[in-house]
T-cell receptor, first 113, second 113 residues
Framework: DAEITQSPRHKITETGRQVTLACHQT?????MFWYRQDLGHGLRLIHY???????NKGEVSDGYSVSRSNTEDLPLTLESAASSQTSVYFC????????????FGPGTRLTVL | AQSVAQPEDQVNVAEGNPLTVKCTYS??????LFWYVQYPNRGLQFLLK??????LVKGSYGFEAEFNKSQTSFHLKKPSALVSDSALYFC???????????FGKGTRLHILP
């Protein structure tokens, strides 16, 4: 069955370190998204991609970057982790066709000490 | 810019009673509207969507939602609540001009036995 996976599921890191969160989908979807979930803020869009070599900034992109070298993967990199980036991160994918919803991964809980 | 509002942080309903989780939206033109549910330590799961046509949309687990264009609302409903419906519910809107989905802050639904 097609799915979307994230790794690691839990990560503890120190301020200033570079961290990469992986997202892999086997739906063959063109669209992929990264969100962070924080109490009181719901889900906020970090970056998104409409296809290979395409990336776009979302609502809260500062301090994050993504790259899309193939259809299946959209890794999220925190260039220099900050305590404000402690959060739960969700990856999602969707078809390009109008009206399609998104499929979500299980999430990565990141703690920056 | 598109936006979604869920005016209630938490809704408490007795088991067996009808439930409503409110959502209003703002978007240019005609929207795509979605409801997602999140169980503890899990990613979001798609419940239902409104694209066009009948204003009453039926989805998973007995949920339905009513699209009201004049009130720009898309409230989630269920005729008889179950304890297992207790979860975090997110309303989302997608502008037809692009593939981004904007989420509300979520409403925590507690079904009391």
């Amino acid at each position: 069955d097609a799915e979307i996976t994230q790794s690691p599921r839990h990560k503890i890191t120190e301020t200033g370190r570079q961290v990469t969160l992986a997202c892999h989908q086997t739906w063959n979807h063109n669209n992929m998204f990264w969100y962070r979930q924080d109490l009181g803020h719901g889900l906020r869009l970090i970056h998104y991609s409409y296809g290979v070599q395409d990336t776009n900034k979302g609502e809260v992109s500062d301090g994050y970057s993504v790259s899309r070298s193939n259809t299946e993967d959209l890794p999220l990199t925190l260039e220099s982790a900050a305590s404000s980036q402690t959060s739960v991160y969700f990856c999602a994918s969707s078809e390009s066709t109008s009206g399609s919803g998104q499929f979500f991964g299980p999430g990565t809980r990141l703690t920056v000490l | 810019a598109q936006s979604v509002a869920q005016p209630e942080d938490q809704v408490n309903v007795a088991e067996g009673n009808p439930l409503t989780v409110k959502c209003t939206y703002s978007v240019s033109g005609n929207p795509y509207l979605f409801w997602y549910v999140q169980y503890p330590n899990r990613g979001l799961q798609f419940l239902l969507k409104y694209i066009t046509g009948d204003n009453l949309v039926k989805g998973s687990y007995g949920f339905e939602a009513e699209f009201n264009k004049s009130q720009t609302s898309f409230h989630l409903k269920k005729p008889s609540a179950l304890v297992s419906d207790s979860a975090l519910y997110f309303c989302a809107v997608r502008d037809r001009r692009d593939d981004k989905i904007i989420f509300g802050k979520g409403t925590r639904l507690h079904i009391l036995p």
